[in-house]
């Protein structure tokens, strides 16, 4: 078993591999940009940074990887990918099966956002091994993070779902409880480091 999974990870983290990750996290990452233009168009330019979530998260997944690539960590972006990432993943799944319930029925682009959201979620945690990032990186990711949330759901920057903006209150609700379990697994995998190196040392 233990072989098994070393052979998975000897895949994923080689170079070829992560070049590959790179251009499909920078595809997304592009094609996500796009995807929110017509809400960049109606909103405020002092708000542009906090509207496209997903694909801000993904951004600071791609350049983790360059980092990697280059032999570098950027430990402060790396903490912002993980806790983005799974974050922004798993809302907008349950954003799109949400969707579902309210309509009965779901496209099937919103099928395609759903995997594509899901597997973010899921590489984020699945390299974590190469983070880098220290409690102070953290902290200043779930600042960003939790004021994220502050402007979406006080100043009304939210992604617009239409079917769902008149459960806002409670989406924001669950948002904020999701950022915190996000804060908290990147410290949970800190302090999971940081006992390793003792270990080791």
Request: proline share 2%.
């Amino acid at each position: 078993m233990i072989s098994i999974v070393n052979r998975i990870w000897f895949l994923l983290s080689h170079r070829s591999f992560l070049w590959i990750l790179l251009f499909v996290n920078l595809i997304g990452t592009v094609y996500g940009y796009d995807w929110y233009m017509w809400q960049l168009e109606i909103t405020e330019p002092k708000f542009w940074i906090f509207v496209p979530d997903s694909p801000t998260a993904s951004l600071f997944f791609t350049l983790a990887i360059i980092g990697w690539l280059i032999g570098k960590n950027f430990k402060l972006i790396e903490a912002l990918a993980l806790i983005t990432l799974v974050k922004y993943g798993l809302w907008a799944v349950v954003m799109n099966l949400l969707t579902m319930l309210e309509n009965g029925y779901l496209d099937r682009v919103g099928w395609m956002l759903i995997g594509s959201h899901f597997a973010m979620a899921v590489q984020a945690v699945l390299y974590s091994p190469l983070y880098k990032f220290r409690f102070r990186h953290i902290v200043i990711a779930g600042i960003w993070t939790l004021h994220n949330d502050v402007i979406d759901y006080v100043f009304g920057q939210m992604p617009i779902y239409h079917d769902l903006m008149k459960h806002m209150q409670q989406i924001g609700y669950f948002t904020f409880w999701l950022s915190i379990a996000c804060i908290a697994l990147a410290y949970a995998l800190w302090v999971k480091r940081k006992k390793r190196e003792k270990v080791i040392v």
